[in-house]
């Protein structure tokens, strides 16, 4: 099985803060990582697609890169509503894996 | 717009079954793999199983092979999880999750959930 790590686990950022979470597959993926966003108590979203593609509707503020087995989410100024979990999940093979999540919180 | 309606939840004693339903809507049913996701209280997402689009490929987590089966009437545009065995690590809210085109890998819309406990 592929083991995704996400970094870190959580941090605490302010609005308007740039911010950047890796996630590093256990063996090469090439690019077929995606990005969700999950907010208490909903079911997660979908940001990101193939490392870098951002979804329909999803603010240019948010963008990812990487390929391979290292990958970035990038937010360029926090916004009050980007307060959530992310999690990175590798679609290259089954099972599918997550990484473990990181809470960005408000500092 | 794609809807996602999970529905079977509840409270189960170890060892015993539940089925989970998920009846979608707002997309061509037949012509997505479909996936179940887990996440247990406070923790993060598990992928449980995936099912090809005819039906005709089943794919599971190690953790549930040979205990859960995933299923879909395509007439009925519906998605089932039928779980035997249950036991209290399986506790957790249980999304129903579409999958886009392509190699269905990709989960693209999601539920709101269902939750099960497993309790004596």
């Known amino acids: 099985d592929i083991q995704m790590t996400q970094s870190p686990s959580s941090l605490s950022q302010s609005v308007g803060d740039r911010v950047t979470i890796t996630c590093r597959a256990s063996q090469s993926i090439s690019s077929y990582l995606n990005w969700y966003q999950q907010k208490p108590g909903k079911a997660p979203e979908l940001l990101i697609s193939?490392?870098?593609s951002l979804q329909s509707g999803v603010p240019s503020r948010f963008s990812g890169s990487g390929s391979g087995t290292d990958f970035t989410l990038t937010i360029s100024s926090l916004q009050p509503e980007d307060f959530a979990t992310y999690y990175c999940q590798q679609s290259y093979s089954t099972p599918i894996t997550f990484g473990q999540g990181t809470r960005l919180e408000i500092k | 717009q794609v809807q996602l309606v999970e529905s079977g939840g509840g409270v189960v004693q170890p060892g015993r079954s539940l089925r989970l339903s998920c009846a979608v809507s707002g997309f061509t049913f037949s012509s997505h793999a479909m996936h179940w996701v887990r996440q247990a209280p406070g923790k993060g997402l598990e992928w449980v199983a995936l099912i090809a689009y005819d039906g005709s490929n089943e794919f599971y987590v190690g953790s549930v092979k040979g205990r859960f089966t995933i299923s879909r009437d395509n007439s009925e545009n519906t998605l089932y999880l039928q779980m035997n065995s249950l036991r209290p690590e399986d506790t957790a809210i249980y999304y129903c999750?579409?999958?886009?085109?392509?190699?269905?890998?990709?989960?693209?819309?999601w539920g709101q959930g269902t939750l099960v406990t497993v309790s004596s």
């Open positions: 999750a579409k999958a886009s085109r392509g190699t269905g890998l990709l989960i693209d819309y």
């Open positions: 193939a490392a870098s």
